[in-house]
């Protein structure tokens, strides 16, 4: 039978409640056929919630409140697509905070989505192993010359001949204006409308299994962007008791978090179950402070993992971490997080390091060749020793891992775009480099992960770009990206975020890749992940066989591993001379693979012999900066 209402800014109220409802139903408006749509808010601040339709035809709906500070209802005559606000105690006019889509931006009205609407080509997409990822990030607004979901789908057979096996993209929850990197999200929920909103996402998601692609989302649980965030307004989301570096923290461990880390661990198996998301990577997740006895991000893996098994899938969620906590990796029953995988900073910053010769900011605890080694041994370069640059003890010995749970990358969004001016590594180094951090990447024991346009040279930089309209905001974000990178000394003006060159400027010359070096380095990655994927020596998930070599004083590194009867060794040199040296090797003969100082691959010549036959010691004479791969002969 209908509830009562009353009249609010002087519209006609009509709501019928078919039954109660508890308050563990979906949050959001969840249509479910027959014009019939399910509201859901958590609202402890508001004593009376309403739901105003304003299309095809307004109306106006008052919720039941629960005594949790749930306010929820069933509302028949609704369209999909109707468009729609909250009304709180009859006065603030907000978006739903787990509105499925914002077609006119942050600040305008929810619309009603149609989970039904869509249908997927087939139930019989397998994940793959963890072993058997290669990762590819990219950023959806500066990939494609549109910048939407549906141009990506063109470049979905690139990628797979490349040999990728898994698209990261980085954020797509909704964000002010349409130049963004992401990471200033205010609507977990809601697909990015200038990107093509939920089902352009469903559209690009289809199309990857399709060709053989999982689809891992970058997503934001540490903050919510500055402008547009009216979380604040419905109730304790976030706790004045902690700060992130932008902004206010998220409250995951105070009084009423227990509905906080609801909402986003929905958020979470939303991503999973309603666009068949086959990873999530989690943003930042040093950020969180929580000092609960079960981490909000433990409960997240867990029920992560619970929604995959019911679903027959493998569904991943991978951690980004400057902590060096191999906790995060650690199984929960011996005390660790029980996420999938995690980002290893420390081999990046090694590697970088070694390349470059930066020793300013953080890379000032790097730079040593034996400290690469100590990444390639152990996973991570801090694992309990003095840090110069946070000038304490960092991080904690690394236990009870495998090498498929560290994702390992010579470039990524952050270590790029978070330059001054955002330059790649093909600006800061010879070419002869980008081919030795190519070779480290894929033959390292780690999950291989390229950022968009690194295979092939891309010469544009990656740009931190915002679209806000507030411009208080706009000049502290031009000033606070001025303030940040002080501690590197890096010279030239910061590019203004806000001007739209910045964005444009950052978008790929996607037609470098047919001409040059940029063709010949392109085909040097796809070579290396086919090694990586084929020979099961490199694709062996066991740091127990692999052997790492230092010769600091030559600038050579030699990496050996071994998989059942397949053996694979690798040797670099970072030296800018011919260098001499002798390697142990297991006895036999090896076959040489590549050699990336060969002409095919524009380098000086090679010197590395293509058959080397050792009982104990491999003499070999190495050109400048290159690297060569072996194969062990199998014997008769």
């Given at each position: 039978?209908?509830?009562?209402?009353?009249?609010?800014?002087?519209?006609?109220?009509?709501?019928?409640?078919?039954?109660?409802?508890?308050?563990?139903?979906?949050?959001?408006?969840?249509?479910?056929?027959?014009?019939?749509?399910?509201?859901?808010?958590?609202?402890?601040?508001?004593?009376?919630?309403?739901?105003?339709?304003?299309?095809?035809?307004?109306?106006?709906?008052?919720?039941k409140?629960?005594?949790?500070?749930?306010?929820?209802?069933?509302?028949?005559?609704?369209?999909?697509?109707?468009?729609?606000?909250?009304?709180?105690?009859?006065?603030?006019?907000?978006?739903?905070?787990?509105?499925?889509?914002?077609?006119?931006?942050?600040?305008?009205?929810?619309?009603?989505?149609?989970?039904?609407?869509?249908?997927?080509?087939?139930?019989?997409?397998?994940?793959?192993?963890?072993?058997?990822?290669v990762?590819?990030?990219?950023?959806?607004?500066?990939?494609?010359?549109?910048?939407?979901?549906?141009?990506?789908?063109?470049?979905?057979?690139?990628?797979?001949?490349?040999?990728?096996?898994?698209?990261?993209?980085?954020?797509?929850?909704?964000?002010?204006?349409?130049?963004?990197?992401?990471?200033?999200?205010?609507?977990?929920?809601?697909?990015?409308?200038?990107?093509?909103?939920?089902?352009?996402?469903?559209?690009?998601?289809?199309?990857?299994?399709?060709?053989?692609?999982?689809?891992?989302?970058?997503?934001?649980?540490?903050?919510?962007?500055?402008?547009?965030?009216?979380?604040?307004d419905?109730?304790?989301?976030?706790?004045?008791?902690?700060?992130?570096?932008?902004?206010?923290?998220?409250?995951?461990?105070?009084?009423?978090?227990?509905?906080?880390?609801?909402?986003?661990?929905?958020?979470?198996?939303?991503?999973?179950?309603?666009?068949?998301?086959?990873?999530?990577?989690?943003?930042?997740?040093?950020?969180?402070?929580?000092t609960?006895?079960?981490t909000?991000?433990?409960?997240?893996a867990?029920?992560?993992?619970?929604?995959?098994?019911?679903?027959?899938?493998?569904?991943?969620?991978?951690?980004e971490?400057?902590?060096?906590?191999?906790?995060?990796?650690?199984?929960?029953?011996?005390?660790?997080?029980?996420?999938?995988?995690?980002?290893?900073?420390?081999?990046?910053?090694?590697?970088?390091?070694?390349?470059?010769?930066?020793?300013?900011?953080?890379?000032?605890?790097?730079?040593?060749?034996?400290?690469?080694?100590?990444?390639?041994?152990?996973?991570?370069?801090?694992?309990?020793?003095?840090?110069?640059?946070?000038r304490?003890?960092?991080?904690?010995?690394?236990?009870?891992?495998?090498?498929d749970?560290?994702?390992?990358?010579?470039?990524?969004?952050?270590?790029?775009?978070?330059?001054?001016?955002?330059?790649?590594?093909?600006?800061?180094?010879?070419?002869?480099?980008?081919?030795?951090?190519?070779?480290?990447?894929?033959?390292?024991?780690?999950?291989?992960?390229?950022?968009?346009?690194?295979?092939?040279?891309?010469?544009?930089p990656?740009?931190?770009?915002?679209?806000?309209?507030?411009?208080?905001?706009?000049?502290?974000?031009?000033?606070?990206?001025?303030?940040?990178?002080?501690?590197?000394?890096?010279?030239?003006?910061?590019?203004?975020?806000?001007?739209?060159?910045?964005?444009?400027?950052?978008?790929?010359?996607?037609?470098?890749?047919?001409?040059?070096?940029?063709?010949?380095?392109?085909?040097?990655?796809?070579?290396?992940?086919?090694?990586?994927?084929?020979?099961?020596?490199?694709?062996?998930?066991?740091?127990?066989?692999?052997?790492?070599?230092?010769?600091?004083?030559?600038?050579v590194?030699?990496?050996q591993?071994?998989?059942?009867?397949?053996?694979?060794?690798?040797?670099?040199?970072?030296?800018s001379?011919?260098?001499?040296?002798?390697?142990?090797?297991?006895p036999?003969?090896?076959?040489?693979?590549?050699?990336?100082s060969?002409?095919?691959?524009?380098?000086?010549?090679?010197t590395?012999?293509?058959?080397?036959e050792?009982?104990?010691?491999?003499?070999?004479?190495?050109?400048?900066?290159?690297?060569?791969?072996?194969?062990?002969?199998?014997?008769?």
């Amino acid at each position: 039978m209908p509830f009562e209402t009353k009249p609010e800014g002087g519209l006609a109220t009509t709501s019928r409640q078919i039954e109660p409802e508890p308050d563990s139903g979906l949050l959001g408006a969840v249509y479910i056929g027959n014009k019939r749509c399910r509201f859901r808010v958590w609202a402890p601040f508001a004593e009376r919630v309403s739901v105003r339709i304003t299309t095809p035809q307004e109306r106006l709906i008052t919720l039941k409140r629960t005594s949790a500070g749930y306010h929820y209802g069933l509302a028949t005559e609704v369209e999909p697509d109707s468009l729609y606000f909250y009304i709180l105690d009859g006065e603030k006019k907000r978006a739903d905070p787990a509105s499925r889509s914002q077609p006119r931006g942050v600040h305008g009205p929810s619309r009603v989505v149609d989970p039904a609407a869509f249908t997927w080509s087939h139930d019989r997409w397998v994940t793959p192993s963890r072993k058997e990822l290669v990762i590819y990030e990219l950023h959806v607004g500066t990939y494609t010359p549109h910048g939407t979901f549906e141009d990506i789908v063109s470049r979905l057979g690139y990628l797979k001949d490349l040999g990728i096996t898994a698209v990261e993209l980085m954020p797509v929850a909704q964000f002010p204006g349409e130049r963004n990197w992401g990471y200033d999200g205010v609507f977990p929920y809601a697909v990015q409308n200038s990107y093509g909103g939920p089902e352009g996402l469903k559209r690009l998601v289809d199309a990857c299994h399709n060709n053989g692609l999982a689809v891992i989302l970058d997503v934001v649980y540490n903050h919510l962007g500055p402008e547009g965030s009216y979380l604040s307004d419905f109730g304790p989301y976030f706790t004045d008791r902690y700060r992130t570096p932008w902004g206010l923290a998220l409250n995951f461990d105070g009084p009423d978090s227990d509905n906080v880390r609801r909402f986003f661990i929905e958020n979470a198996l939303y991503w999973v179950s309603e666009f068949r998301i086959d990873g999530l990577r989690l943003d930042a997740v040093h950020a969180i402070i929580d000092t609960s006895a079960t981490t909000f991000i433990e409960e997240l893996a867990e029920a992560v993992h619970r929604l995959a098994e019911r679903l027959a899938r493998r569904v991943y969620v991978i951690a980004e971490s400057d902590l060096n906590n191999a906790r995060m990796i650690q199984p929960r029953v011996v005390g660790g997080y029980g996420l999938d995988a995690m980002w290893s900073d420390d081999f990046h910053h090694a590697l970088h390091a070694l390349l470059t010769g930066e020793r300013t900011g953080y890379y000032q605890d790097f730079g040593p060749l034996r400290l690469l080694g100590t990444a390639l041994r152990d996973g991570y370069v801090y694992s309990g020793r003095y840090s110069m640059y946070r000038r304490r003890k960092h991080g904690n010995p690394p236990r009870m891992f495998t090498p498929d749970q560290l994702v390992v990358f010579a470039q990524n969004h952050d270590q790029v775009g978070n330059r001054s001016r955002g330059e790649r590594l093909s600006a800061l180094v010879s070419f002869s480099d980008l081919k030795l951090a190519a070779g480290m990447v894929f033959l390292s024991p780690f999950l291989p992960l390229v950022f968009m346009g690194e295979e092939y040279g891309e010469t544009a930089p990656f740009q931190y770009f915002t679209s806000h309209s507030d411009p208080a905001l706009i000049k502290a974000v031009r000033k606070g990206r001025r303030e940040e990178f002080a501690s590197f000394n890096w010279a030239g003006e910061v590019p203004d975020p806000q001007d739209e060159s910045t964005f444009r400027n950052s978008c790929l010359n996607f037609e470098l890749r047919l001409h040059g070096r940029h063709k010949v380095l392109l085909e040097l990655y796809r070579l290396l992940i086919a090694f990586y994927r084929q020979l099961p020596a490199l694709s062996a998930p066991d740091m127990g066989n692999i052997d790492v070599f230092i010769l600091e004083n030559k600038k050579v590194l030699a990496i050996q591993r071994h998989y059942a009867d397949s053996a694979a060794f690798a040797v670099f040199s970072f030296s800018s001379a011919a260098e001499t040296v002798t390697l142990p090797t297991v006895p036999g003969k090896w076959r040489k693979l590549l050699d990336s100082s060969e002409e095919r691959w524009l380098g000086e010549g090679e010197t590395v012999p293509s058959l080397i036959e050792s009982s104990e010691d491999a003499g070999i004479t190495l050109g400048p900066k290159m690297f060569a791969v072996f194969e062990r002969v199998k014997e008769d």
